[in-house]
């Protein structure tokens, strides 16, 4: 998986290793890094057949920018291991949301098996692509049609166990700590929003940009279950192959402490997309995660960095945060899991308010609004950059644009039954934005939400 180049600095080199929140070796190992842009990654859809079944971690070659498997393994993945097998990962009744008289959460679209999606469209306001229209697939049901949609959301919390290169433990990283602060956050709390009271914070975003065409009883309500608490053991190096066809030994993580005390990761990233793709085929066979469910693996603290071809003992560009995409079996009706992965992030490591569960919110909302990455819209260049500026982007990803802004964050506090955190997810652009038009039409003529001054008018066209 190669981070895109879209991801702008949202904290220098400087200030960022000068933090004392980064731990000494870890500040002087990676500062020959190409760059330290914390944002996020795009990950193509993952066909189930083409995973190797079995893999000898100490023989396997992987794709320098993908993290294909070239070498070291045996078989491929089956989905023969699904037929029967009861689902784990089921939404249970919650009186605290709003989930009376739910509609069914199953695909409307033939020929497919996922979860329930509704389609719909905006036609570009300005720019190229002026009077074209865009159509969108996002989850849930029509918000015209009223009625919440309950949407399992399967949880894979997964432990590191990182080894030296005489394969003993170095460190284990585990993710029990962040369980309830994750379990408690926004993302599956319900709160009061402008565009909604006792709602998740998915389904505030949602809302908004519909709010006035949507019946107010319309949802889409996040039911989490923990699924899975798995461990990963991660090497200290691991082989990959160039694009001219050169094998080369490069060093799978670095590691570092928080200013919580927590260890985070910093881990290769072909070498997570394997790991990744590994745990949801896992996850899949067991009945963990679900077709009809928003399927989550969550890491502890842990962020990937791309190869360094010049010195694969050194981080390349770092560091992603999150992506989502979806896995599928090829076969009619072809099934589809929508999945992600999201790093809990302890305070202090990055700027513009990155932490806690800003991951976690970018890609939960991004996989509502788009989650079967395939939504186009015009070609739309990142709020901030110079009038001429060519780093744009041309989907619906919903998270995007504001995460290159200082105030990219809400403040979000969360009190309940003893329980207090204050959480930091992202404000998210609405569809509006991608309009390019002079008004809105969500909740405010807003652009943005929560916080609706983030953006105040709509995307500006990339610059030809």
């Not at 996850?283 to 693996?297: D, E, R, S, Y």
């Not at 992030?345 to 976690?360: C, E």
């Not at 079967?372 to 995007?400: H, M, R, T, Y």
């Amino acid at each position: 998986m190669k981070v895109p180049l879209r991801f702008v600095v949202l904290c220098s080199l400087v200030c960022l290793f000068a933090s004392a929140s980064f731990g000494q070796a870890v500040s002087s190992a990676v500062a020959g890094a190409a760059s330290v842009d914390p944002g996020y990654a795009q990950k193509a859809p993952k066909p189930i057949s083409s995973v190797p079944a079995g893999v000898s971690l100490s023989s396997v070659v992987l794709d320098a920018d993908t993290g294909a498997v070239i070498g070291g393994a045996s078989g491929l993945a089956t989905t023969a291991s699904l037929i029967n097998v009861n689902p784990l990962c089921q939404p249970t009744n919650d009186d605290r949301l709003n989930t009376n008289n739910p509609l069914p959460n199953q695909s409307n679209i033939d020929g497919l098996n996922t979860l329930s999606t509704f389609d719909g469209a905006f036609v570009a306001q300005a720019g190229p692509s002026a009077s074209r229209d865009f159509r969108f697939t996002m989850i849930g049901n029509d918000p015209r049609l009223g009625h919440p949609t309950v949407v399992p959301a399967c949880l894979d919390e997964v432990s590191l166990t990182l080894l030296n290169a005489d394969g003993s433990v170095f460190a284990n990283v585990p993710f029990a700590p962040f369980e309830q602060a994750v379990l408690e956050s926004p993302n599956f709390e319900p709160l009061n929003y402008r565009s909604g009271a006792r709602v998740q914070y998915a389904d505030a975003v949602h809302r908004a940009q519909f709010f006035n065409v949507m019946k107010d009883n319309w949802h889409t309500v996040l039911m989490p279950s923990v699924t899975a608490r798995t461990t990963i053991t991660v090497p200290r190096f691991v082989n990959v192959q160039l694009k001219d066809g050169t094998i080369v030994q490069a060093r799978s993580y670095f590691t570092g402490t928080a200013g919580d005390g927590s260890t985070f990761v910093l881990m290769l990233s072909p070498l997570f997309n394997f790991f990744f793709d590994n745990e949801v085929v896992s996850q899949i066979t067991q009945g963990n995660f679900v077709t009809n469910g928003l399927n989550m693996t969550l890491f502890p603290n842990t962020f990937l960095f791309s190869l360094n071809t010049t010195n694969p003992n050194v981080p390349g560009q770092c560091c992603t945060l999150g992506f989502h995409t979806f896995f599928l079996d090829g076969g009619f009706p072809e099934d589809r899991w929508v999945t992600q992965y999201a790093s809990w992030i302890s305070p202090g490591l990055f700027g513009a308010g990155f932490q806690d569960v800003t991951a976690l919110s970018h890609e939960t909302s991004e996989a509502f609004a788009n989650p079967f990455i395939s939504n186009p819209a015009p070609n739309w260049q990142f709020p901030g950059q110079p009038a001429n500026s060519k780093v744009c982007q041309a989907n619906l990803e919903e998270g995007d644009p504001i995460e290159v802004l200082p105030n990219a964050t809400a403040t979000v506090e969360v009190k309940e039954k003893g329980f207090r955190f204050l959480y930091h997810p992202q404000n998210i652009p609405l569809l509006q934005w991608f309009e390019m038009g002079a008004t809105s039409s969500a909740i405010d003529g807003a652009f943005s939400f929560p916080d609706e001054t983030v953006l105040t008018q709509s995307a500006i066209p990339c610059p030809q």
